[in-house]
């Protein structure tokens, strides 16, 4: 049952000290706000950056580079070259692994061809387990499949590039293109996924079959370099283990010789860049729950001015039968009608900022360097809301316990 009585004493006391009241309320107010505001930005930088990990966050990649120690006999400064041996040997030995997608680059100065017009591109030899690793759509036609690799079909499946200097208006399903003088046949578009400077240069790529590249274009049983994904509930740096180790031990290289083979480990990239955020998000809660609390301690000595100069309407009520209890909840609901609305507000001030920089930025497709679009999560609103009604209460609960001690005949000689 809602008491008039009381939100009528609440109001006039509000109303008789509005610049003391608005002052102190601001505090709680800009805590609030900080707290929607640095979230809601961490969180549009984490949008931007995880926006560049268009790959599976579980991938590993391996490569190989020249060897720094010798070793049983051979000198250091050799190169390894992976081939289709190790490719079989990972899948025998390394039960851990689900996925491996062997590839290869075309290497040299060419040009692809297709009538009379001619571009420089980029040609990788892929799988189709390249899906499972890179996001990739493939608007028309389609994309590698099992018998284009075990049959070394001459195909290939041209990016956006590709469309735009060689074919234009036209549709480049079933026609054949000339790569350094061997002919393919398009049966696939693909469009890559992601941001920036990689989704550019990735559109520049053709992809055929690899092993098709390694037969046509005189790389037998050569593998560049290979990505790999494992099965779930297992850490990449597993797989990156044991497969490196199961290499080293292929290609007589030194277990302690860190430098024969390359790697990059997505998943342990992307668990640092978690971690990042989540100091970010420690760091914003930490600044803001400080001016917060600064904001408390102002409402929390208000009340105790309120208390003081309500001191003989305390000792009366008292006189006449009011409980302790009374006392106290009249006292607590003012500091969280100060402390919800103030903060209230800073709510609706930081969501509605944070909610018209992510529409514009949405609408425009707008990212400014690493910064994304920001957003404000229910869950944070949720909490920041509890924090209001709670701080309100804890603000208002020392003046309230010392109203409830008044004795009403002190406070009846009070002056």
Avoid: C
Avoid at 81 to 86: A, E, I, V
Avoid at 151 to 171: H, N, Q
Avoid at 327 to 352: C, R
């Amino acid at each position: 049952m809602i008491d008039i009585d009381k939100w009528t004493e609440i109001y006039n006391t509000v109303k008789k000290h509005k610049l003391r009241t608005a002052l102190t309320a601001f505090g709680v107010f800009w805590g609030i706000f900080m707290l929607v505001v640095l979230l809601g930005a961490g969180k549009g930088l984490e949008n931007g950056i995880m926006s560049e990990f268009n790959i599976a966050k579980n991938a590993v990649f391996i490569w190989t580079q020249r060897t720094s120690v010798p070793y049983m006999g051979l000198k250091a400064g050799r190169f390894i070259q992976m081939t289709n041996d190790d490719v079989a040997a990972i899948r025998a030995n390394v039960p851990e692994v689900a996925v491996i997608a062997p590839s290869n680059r075309l290497q040299g100065d060419f040009a692809v061809n297709y009538g009379v017009k001619s571009a420089a591109f980029t040609v990788d030899g892929e799988t189709p387990e390249l899906l499972r690793v890179k996001p990739i759509k493939v608007p028309s036609g389609r994309f590698l499949n099992s018998k284009d690799i075990k049959e070394r079909r001459k195909v290939a499946i041209v990016g956006p590039r590709t469309l735009e200097l060689l074919f234009k208006d036209e549709d480049p399903i079933g026609k054949y293109i000339s790569i350094k003088g061997s002919y393919f046949l398009v049966v696939g578009t693909f469009e890559p996924v992601g941001k920036g400077e990689d989704i550019v240069e990735d559109s520049k790529v053709i992809y055929i079959p690899n092993t098709t590249l390694q037969q046509t274009f005189n790389q037998p049983n050569q593998v560049g370099f290979m990505a790999l994904t494992p099965k779930p509930g297992v850490p990449a740096a597993v797989i990156e283990d044991k497969v490196k180790t199961l290499l080293m031990k292929r290609h007589n290289v030194a277990p302690e010789d860190l430098k024969a083979f390359g790697s990059a480990n997505v998943e342990k990239e992307y668990q640092d860049v978690q971690g990042l955020f989540m100091g970010i998000a420690g760091f914003s809660w930490l600044v803001s729950i400080g001016t917060i609390f600064a904001g408390i301690i102002g409402v929390g000595n208000i009340m105790l001015i309120v208390v003081k100069e309500r001191t003989k309407e305390i000792g009366v009520r008292k006189a006449l039968g009011a409980t302790p209890w009374s006392i106290i909840s009249l006292i607590i609901q003012e500091s969280i009608v100060i402390t919800g609305l103030a903060g209230y507000i800073g709510l609706l001030g930081g969501t509605g900022l944070i909610a018209t920089i992510e529409f514009f930025m949405k609408k425009y497709d707008v990212q400014a360097g690493f910064f994304g679009a920001p957003e404000v999560n229910l869950g944070i609103a949720l909490t920041a809301t509890i924090l209001l009604v709670l701080t309100g209460a804890l603000a208002g609960l020392i003046p309230a316990t010392k109203a409830a001690r008044v004795n009403p005949v002190v406070a009846l000689r009070d002056e």
